[in-house]
């Protein structure tokens, strides 16, 4: 059974960068035809897909933010992390990392972490 | 990139109801469409992919159909612990994985 979870500070300042790691287990991350991807969830809001990264690939940004965004996989600690610079208040979220689900063009995140919230705040 | 609009937002029901939530593209996706349930301060749970893909562990009341732009969810017979918010996502634009806004199914 694959588990991810996420850690990382939960207070980030404004125009600071927000970092976080997800560990994964139960599963080689360097393995399977799998992405590895990060979701946020803004207070009270819907989900917004971040991005994701193949085990030894580029990763691929929501373009909405992928000036500020930084997404990169170790293989050998089996862990995902993600950095978004500059952050402000509109970037508190839950974020969430996620395991890509592929086949043919079926894209679908068939685990997840718990999710950390993340405030921005001074 | 492609909207994903459900409806309604919100929804009341009854255990044992049968309901259906709709998602809508704003472009045809073919079936490269999802379904999520989310309780409260939980990580949303994959239910349904490629638009009627039932996931291993999930109950068969819950069903999907649907191709292009129009889609639906349904839940027969609805119990307890089916009141959550559910999400449907589209991943024909794999570059821009996008989600719907979200049905919340209360209790009546």
């Known amino acids: 059974q694959v588990q991810l979870q996420e850690s990382g500070p939960g207070l980030v300042k404004p125009s600071q960068t927000l970092s976080l790691t997800c560990t994964v287990s139960?599963?080689?991350?360097?393995?399977?035809?799998?992405?590895w991807s990060w979701i946020r969830q803004l207070p009270g809001k819907g989900l917004e897909w971040i991005g994701f990264i193949y085990r030894s690939g580029s990763p691929y940004y929501n373009p909405s933010l992928g000036s500020r965004l930084f997404i990169s996989i170790d293989t050998s600690k089996n862990q995902l992390s993600l950095r978004l610079s500059s952050v402000t208040a509109a970037d508190t979220a839950v974020y969430y990392c996620a395991r890509v689900k592929r086949g043919g063009g079926n894209y679908y995140f068939d685990y997840w972490g718990q999710g950390t919230l993340v405030t921005v705040s001074s | 990139d492609i909207q994903m609009t459900q409806s309604p937002s919100s929804l009341s029901a009854s255990v044992g109801d049968s309901v259906t939530i709709t998602c809508r593209a704003s472009?045809?996706?073919?079936?490269?469409l999802h379904w999520y349930q989310q309780k409260p301060g939980k990580a949303p749970k994959l239910l349904i992919y490629g638009a009627s893909s039932l996931q291993s562990g999930v109950p068969s009341r819950f069903s999907g159909s649907g191709s292009g732009t129009d889609f639906t969810l349904t839940i027969t017979s609805l119990q307890p612990e089916d009141f959550a918010t559910y999400y449907c996502?589209?991943?024909?634009?794999?570059?821009?994985?996008?989600f719907g806004g979200g049905t919340k199914v209360e209790i009546k």
């Open positions: 139960g599963g080689s991350i360097s393995s399977g035809a799998e992405y």
């Open positions: 996502q589209q991943s024909f634009n794999t570059l821009l994985l996008t």
């Open positions: 472009q045809s996706i073919s079936t490269y």
